[in-house]
Nanobody, 126 residues
Framework: QVQLLESGGGSVQTGGSLSLSCAASGRIFSNSVVGWFRQAPGKEREFVSAVRWNGDASYKPRSMEDRFSISKDHIKNTVTLQMDNLKPEDTADYYC???????????????????WGQGTQVTVSS
């Protein structure tokens, strides 16, 4: 079992920045992947970014601009999503998720993730 706890959401104006943190506890394996998804009202859940717990591999869809970056801290057991130059269309609930294993072509799919946090809300006003 893996427990995930997000923090860092909030409200910002267009162009602002937020840093979302995901604290992971429990059984995290070397092949585990921790990622971020978001879901806006009335829209499907969208993959934002993910990082493999061991190694340098990270995943981000081509549609996701370079405004978002993901990093990990093995000492604190956290995965951080840094979001810069935020836009109103970034408004959504952001969820941290983890999976024991996925492959590059499946790490972007929410169905590949077995463990989920409660989510944190991000609101970007114009």
């Amino acid at each position: 079992q893996v427990q995930l706890l997000e923090s860092g959401g909030g409200s910002v104006q267009t162009g602002g920045s937020l840093s979302l943190s995901c604290a992971a506890s429990g059984r995290i394996f070397s092949n585990s992947v921790v990622g971020w998804f978001r879901q806006a009202p009335g829209k499907e859940r969208e993959f934002v970014s993910a990082v493999r717990w061991n190694g340098d591999a990270s995943y981000k869809p081509r549609s996701m601009e370079d405004r978002f970056s993901i990093s990990k801290d093995h000492i604190k057991n956290t995965v951080t999503l840094q979001m810069d130059n935020l836009k109103p269309e970034d408004t959504a609930d952001y969820y941290c998720a983890a999976t024991d294993q996925c492959f590059p072509n499946t790490c972007t799919l929410w169905r590949a993730y077995a463990y989920w946090g409660q989510g944190t809300q991000v609101t970007v006003s114009s």
